[in-house]
């Protein structure tokens, strides 16, 4: 990590410590137990920025970071989900400040900014399965996100078509985990808006049988094809010539940061295999 992304990242000009190992972790969580909002399956902790002593703590209450360390049954998914984020980044989807860090005990955890916080203001923040009153954040369409979006955004045409955008990168990097609860809106004081990317991971990588979606695209869960992508585009009026422009061409830039991540080289050469079949799927320039 260079300087200046530490200064941004932490405010300090030294990489924070965090004295924690994974065994820490199931007892840190239980003392925090009802004292969080954070859900899902992977275990998360919330931290804070110790000044003084230049290390990450765990933080009931003001958080400034979510930390999501390594787990037993799904290997490597702090640096598939680190990789992940750094692809997005590149091919300019708005996604939050994030890296890896070593706990104490040399296993490598990921830790992502909140973007829900501005200095002291916290930034109002709902999710789709919260907005769209869901019970199950895995029954339903990725239509009813972007029709909710669209009634709800200040600025509905340019964010429905970043959502589409995010549904194209799930698909590419082999996310089938992208539920209700991974799209939010943020309430600024200028408008409401769709909140930058998170949770992206190729969970292909861990669960080669999974579905290709989540939730459905055109009705369909897996098997998806180009017809079904646009099929999507056409119900937010997304002009076709620039529905996949941002991805056209990116394979060698994807690939790079494949192989410059902490992932092992199995994972690195799967995940390569995983981009170029989507791509072809697609019918897009790789």
């Known amino acids: 990590m260079d300087s200046k ?3 941004e990242m932490f405010g300090v000009n030294q990489i924070p410590k965090i004295a924690l190992s994974l065994q820490d972790l199931p007892f840190k969580a239980q003392d ?40 037993q049954q799904w290997p490597h998914i702090p640096e598939n989900e680190n990789c992940c984020m750094d692809i997005a980044g590149a091919l300019d989807i708005h996604v939050p400040l994030h890296c890896l860090l070593m706990l104490k005990d040399g296993t490598l955890a990921y830790i992502v900014k909140r973007f829900d916080r501005q200095s002291e203001t916290k930034i109002h923040q709902e999710d789709f399965y919260q907005i769209l009153e869901k019970t199950d954040k895995y029954s339903g369409s990725l239509e009813q996100i972007g029709k909710k979006l669209k009634e709800v955004s200040t600025v509905p ?3 429905v078509q970043l959502f589409f955008e995010r549904v194209i990168l799930s698909f590419i990097l082999g996310n089938g985990d992208g539920h209700f609860k991974n799209y939010s809106i943020s309430y600024y004081q200028d408008g409401v808006r769709l909140s930058p990317a998170y949770d992206i991971v190729c969970s ?21 094809t180009r017809n079904d992508l646009n099929t999507f585009a056409e119900c937010f009026k997304i002009p ?6 941002k991805f056209m ?19 690195k050469t799967k995940f390569v295999e995983i981009i170029l079949s989507r791509y072809e799927r697609l019918k897009i320039p790789a």
């Open 5 to 7: 992304f530490i200064k």
């Open 32 to 71: 925090m137990a009802g004292k969080m909002s954070i859900s899902g399956v992977q275990p998360k902790l919330s931290l804070k920025l110790d000044k003084t002593l230049g290390e990450l703590v765990v933080a009931p209450t003001g958080g400034e970071y979510i930390f999501k360390p390594q787990i």
């Open 157 to 159: 045409g340019l964010d």
């Open 204 to 224: 292909k990588l861990v669960l080669p049988g999974e579905e290709d979606s989540a939730l459905t695209i055109n009705g369909k869960k897996n098997d998806l």
């Open 240 to 245: 076709e010539k620039i529905r996949y422009e």
């Open 249 to 267: 061409g990116k394979t060698t830039r994807i690939k790079q940061f494949i192989q410059e991540s902490q992932l092992p080289q199995d994972f």
